[in-house]
């Protein structure tokens, strides 16, 4: 099957797995929204590469209008390349790896924890790297393996 078939499955599978994500993650995600109220962010950041940086696109825009928090997203070379970080404090970090193993989202998460911001995971692979980093605050998309180059499956329930 050539990846067109599949992103084709991988779109008519996304109504099951959307209302599998809400069945099975409800409650990891209200614990995890009841912490976010309660540690108060003064700002997001939302850090992802490929597909999921779109899915952050769309994220800033949430957080912006329902939630009226700033909101922007991570410039990954300032960390991998330049070794330069800039210095985020109080702050929700939310990262979003389809695999849970992409490196400037695990380098961005791992320095905002160490810099006490309130980090996030949202990834499809339990047991990643991005898991080990975010522990109990993890969002698992449970969206099944992704064929597409797109990753039409894990975007659409980030």
Not at 23 to 31: A, C, G, H, L, Y
Not at 128 to 148: C, D, P, Q, R, V
């Amino acid at each position: 099957m050539n990846d067109q078939h599949y992103m084709l499955s991988e779109i008519k599978e996304t109504p099951d797995i959307i209302k599998n994500i809400f069945e099975s993650n409800i409650e990891p995600i209200k614990e995890i929204a009841s912490k976010i109220r309660n540690y108060n962010p003064r700002f997001s950041m939302l850090v992802g590469r490929g597909s999921s940086d779109n899915a952050c696109v769309y994220g800033q825009y949430v957080f912006e209008y329902l939630v009226k928090i700033s909101s922007f997203l991570s410039t990954g070379s300032l960390y991998l390349f330049y070794k330069n970080p800039p210095i985020y404090t109080n702050g929700l970090i939310i990262g979003i790896s389809q695999s849970g193993e992409t490196d400037d989202v695990l380098k961005i998460s791992e320095y905002a924890k160490k810099m006490n911001n309130f980090v996030v995971g949202i990834t499809n692979v339990e047991n990643s790297s991005l898991h080990e980093i975010t522990t109990e605050n993890t969002i698992f998309l449970s969206a099944g393996e992704e064929k597409s180059v797109c990753a039409t499956k894990s975007f659409t329930t980030s």
